[in-house]
């Protein structure tokens, strides 16, 4: 079993990363170019994995999917369903607000060409073990893209082989339940793989999961 760590700022566990994000802040002094917090409510009813920050998104903002395409999606979605106070989010200060929900990333430092390799997911897991303790009890976590899912379950201490990845496919752990979504990237939605309605049909799914939790309560 993974320990339990708080996220920490100044993380330098993965050399790889460390020395690019130095690099990184040479090039870009005026970006954040740390470890990325997670960014909304402690004890959300609904948690958002992602996969790692990106080089002129998150990485230079400090928020997670802020300032690059990937959160255009992702923000006004939320906003649509009531969980995000504005549709967009373009600084860490804009005064965006997140109701229920929290959004982070399996790995919380930009990595070279926004690929992370194996021992880097499997060392920053311990954050993500520690964000999915504060989860609400029978609540949402949307993992978007198949590295988010197995770091989810991996922080579970659960086999990928037992719950397939799929978009919008649902699977319910002993805590929360799991529902997958094809990443919103750039690449994705302009190759038509993830489109507006697609990702619209994972969160009425997630709204569906939710109210029958209400009413159970």
Not at 5 to 16: E, K, M, Y
Not at 56 to 61: D, E, I, M, Q, R
Not at 98 to 113: S, Y
Request: aromatic fraction near 8%; glycine fraction near 6%; hydrophobic fraction near 40%.
């Amino acid at each position: 079993m993974s320990k339990i760590t708080s996220f920490n700022p100044n993380c330098t566990a993965c050399p790889r990363l460390a020395t690019f994000l130095r690099e990184v802040r040479a090039e870009y002094p005026d970006y954040h170019a740390r470890p990325v917090a997670p960014f909304g409510d402690a004890e959300p009813e609904l948690l958002i994995v992602g996969l790692a920050p990106g080089l002129h998104g998150a990485n230079a903002t400090g928020r997670p999917f802020t300032g690059d395409f990937a959160g255009v999606l992702l923000y006004a979605t939320l906003h649509e369903f009531g969980y995000a106070s504005r549709p967009q989010s373009v600084a860490r200060d804009d005064g965006l607000e997140l109701r229920d929900c929290r959004i982070t990333n399996a790995v919380k430092c930009v990595p070279p060409q926004n690929k992370p390799e194996t021992s880097e997911i499997k060392t920053c897991n311990r954050f993500l073990r520690a964000e999915l303790a504060g989860q609400a009890q029978g609540g949402v976590v949307l993992a978007l893209g198949n590295i988010a899912h197995a770091a989810v379950l991996q922080a579970s201490d659960l086999r990928p082989k037992d719950f397939k990845f799929g978009h919008a496919a649902i699977h319910q752990l002993p805590r929360f339940t799991l529902v997958d979504s094809y990443h919103c990237s750039r690449y994705n939605t302009q190759t038509k793989r993830l489109t507006t309605p697609m990702f619209k049909d994972v969160f009425n799914i997630i709204a569906t999961l939710r109210k029958r939790a209400l009413e159970r309560a």
